[in-house]
């Protein structure tokens, strides 16, 4: 039986998920430690019928796959797919959505000699498990094709062969963009039989990346119309609040939704888990990843099979080892070698023999990044690990469907983290619980985004004088291109249509997840003969591969010795220390053009557009075992620029002769309020807390301040001052991290003052004396002033 598709079949596994907890709330300070044990309860599998929903040979290659009954949402969306529907499924993980769609697809290669289906996934490795999985069940269909991969890592022969004989073809959205789109006369054969797109994961659509992939799709839609096609659009989800709307925006759909799962679900425990307070004084807790340790070196010799996701593919990387290391020191070294790492960055082979080692269940133990919080098929696990706050509600729920695949109790750990966000959310786990999921946001109409897809689209496809572009009307697309032929002199107008007159190829510009494309290689020129071992993008390289840091990859360590910036190549070598490093930002904004300005109380709120500057200014070496600091090191790197719309207040020098504060003092308020904010901006937002960045320094962006450890910026450079009196007027800044923004901050500023009365409830009501990672955080510059106090003053005064 393939789990992929459905299991109710109990299967024996020796780990006890109670007992586990038993042991794990024996002793006091643990018992204190967990805030929460919720029980999901399990659920019994609801049944459909297959009628003569499939063709024959499709149902006969299911039932050999132990499927005697389709679930009743499998059976819903075949039903609504044959009478020609757009579809949008929302079901958990592991509910079998893809036989939602593989059965359609099957059923059409039966009955449709020519028809083709197009399969979009978010990324390469769910493109790969998909393809093997379709092959297997092509296989059983006696069906003579196959389906195949067009990605990057696609060869060149694999690539012809594709474009002319693929019906089924599984790629990403950047190689849609980039790389099938532009030459769609290559793919003539494809776009004129297309019956079926299909949008995989397509919660995974939103931001900026969402915006990109809309406009993309309104492209591959337009070139169906020029070849006669209007193929059906089916998509899956996990659980958001606005699936269908979703769709809708990136498709101009407007599909049948199906939201209740029929598939049975085994009994889950989730536990809310606040790590015991290592550092009283400053009320610092034991980390999410040393916690995510601990229970992991005691669950997996119970036989425990589990996966653990951490925010970083740092924290991946020491973890891993440390883990390992840890198993062999207590005599379990088999068990040790079956502990895997999984993040972005590791070579396409790399990925792919993890893959199958985890559908083999050679390996027991994958810690990764989000990277396989999708819908890869890694089999059944008992245990499901969240090394901190994944960021959203969504993410949170669709991370911990990865466990509990089998008919028996699973156990899922949300570890929180020192960060605000993680302590709210484990100090009130009733909100997580009752609230509903997130809405994806997206602006597929976002000026700078449409233009750049416009010109993709008629270096395509002309664009006719009467032909509008998505949901644009008429005049707005016609104006947008007349104002980028006048500006750019790219199009070149005829009677009746604009054409491409540039040389330029326009789709290698444009990047859909808005990161530079320049990835850096990374060479280990340590061993006999120089070998690619990786590679990272541009913005992770400035954190990761600066010329003595220690680069982790599949837990062994290596130190960066030579980094050629301008060919964007990384040499590392092996090495053995006993500590690893850690970059230190520092991030300057310039106010570019403000859109709005209100007072709020007595302080001045602004919106508009900003330049973000970040510079890394340098590293620190963090002993493993103990995490202590044992070293600084110099950063010289570029800094990285970024276009984008952000929400201030600044404190103007009457406000804050009226705090009160001295200069030192209100160092610490502004970081403490700066945190704070940032808090309770992600809350209020329901956004995750990397799409928002909160930063202080001044409108002109001439000012530094210690928000980086304030012991190495001493020795590396004096920031300026930040006083109303001699000084200048500092100011906090929330800003979209996405290039060009998404609209948060711009939504936050309507609600400065209610953001201002959360922040001073939530500082109040944390039971810390001073200030705590909980609240204002710990790194103020001086922690034996009380900087929770000076926050609520700098707080409590706007009023």
Known sequence: MNRRFQSDAPAGGRFQVDEFLAQMTRKGRQRAAVTEIHTIASRAAQYGDY?????????????ARGIERPYSHQEEAWRHLNQGEDLVIVTPTASGKTLCYYGPLLSMLEHDGEGSALLLYPTKALAQDQCAELNALLELAEHQMQSYVYDGDTPNDIRRRVRSYGRLILTNPDMLHQAILPHHEKWRRLFSTLRFIIIDETHMYRGVFGSHVANVLRRLLRICVYYGQRPQIVCTSATIANPAELVHKLTGRTPHAITHSGAASGEKRFVFYNPPIRDHALKIRQSPHSAAHGMLRRMLPQGASSITFCRSRRSVETLTKRLRESLEDRGHATLAQRVEGYRGGYLPEERRRIERNLRAGHTQAVITTNALELGVDIGALDVCLLAGYPGTIASTWQQAGRAGRRQQTALIVLIAGDDPVDQYIVRHPEFFLEATPEHALIDPNNLRILAEHLK????????????????????????????LSDQAQLFTPTDTAWHWSSENYPATTVNLRDIADENFVIINDGAERPQVVGEIDFVAAHQTVYEKAIYIHGGKLFEVH?????????????????????????????????????????????????????????????????????????????????????????????????????????????????????????????????DLEAVIGTADGNAWIRQADAALLETLQEPVPLSGAGGQTPAIFLYDTYPGGTGLSEKLFGHAETLVQQAISLIAGCDCAHGCPACVGPDAPDMETDVKAQTLRLLRAVH
């Open 562 to 690: 030579r980094l050629d910036y301008k060919d964007r190549k990384a040499y590392i070598r092996p090495v053995n220390p006993d500590y690893y490093t850690s970059a230190i930002a520092q991030s300057r904004v310039f106010v570019l053009d403000t859109f709005e300005q209100v007072d709020v109380g007595n302080l001045e709120s602004g919106c508009g557009e900003v330049r973000v500057a970040v510079r890394y200014v340098g590293y620190k070496k963090i002993r493993f075992k103990t995490a202590e600091n044992i070293g600084y090191g110099e950063i010289l790197l570029p800094d990285l620029e970024k276009h984008t719309t952000a929400f201030w207040l600044s404190f103007p020098e009457q406000f804050l002769r009226a705090a009160g504060l001295s200069n030192t003092e209100l160092e610490g308020a502004l970081i403490g309020a700066s945190k704070v904010l940032h808090t309770v901006a992600v809350v209020h937002a329901m956004c995750d807390t990397q």
């Open 456 to 483: 993709c689209a008629i270096f395509e496809l002309p664009l006719k004088f009467d032909e509008s572009f998505g949901d644009l009307d008429l005049q707005d697309t016609q104006d947008i291109a007349a104002w």
């Open 51 to 63: 009628g003569d929903l499939l063709a024959p040979n499709v149902e006969r290659a299911l039932r």
